[in-house]
């Protein structure tokens, strides 16, 4: 199911909270959530909604199987930050 794009499903993510977002990659992404994020293409949270990470380049290990937004949409994937749409 495909992840809609809100403010809401922004902030259940649990990307920042994983240890694959690198500090490195906090300090450069560290800028607020949109008020809309509707239309945009790319962010770097909430990979699984948008393209993978322009940042992250190492699994350090997923928490998407724990997120609200995984079992909202019934994903399936994880590791959406490292492949566009996630690896099974
Ligand atoms: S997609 Fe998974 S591995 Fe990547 S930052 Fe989010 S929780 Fe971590
Ligand atoms: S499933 Fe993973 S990428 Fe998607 S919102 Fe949750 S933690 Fe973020």
């Known amino acids: 199911m ?3 794009k809100t403010v809401e499903n922004v902030r259940s993510c649990l990307c920042l909270k994983c240890p694959s977002y690198s500090s490195r990659c906090k300090l450069k992404n560290g800028q607020e959530i949109p008020f809309d ?9 909430m990979f ?3 393209e993978k990470s322009n940042c992250i380049h190492e699994n ?5 199987a724990k997120c609200m937004v995984h ?10 930050c ?7």
């Open 2 to 4: 495909r992840v809609d």
């Open 82 to 88: 490292l492949n566009t749409g996630g690896v099974f």
């Open 60 to 64: 350090q290990g997923c928490l998407c």
């Open 71 to 80: 079992k909202k949409y019934a994903l399936n994937n994880e590791d959406y």
């Open 37 to 45: 994020v509707s239309h945009l293409q790319h962010l770097e949270v």
């Open 48 to 50: 699984c909604a948008f």
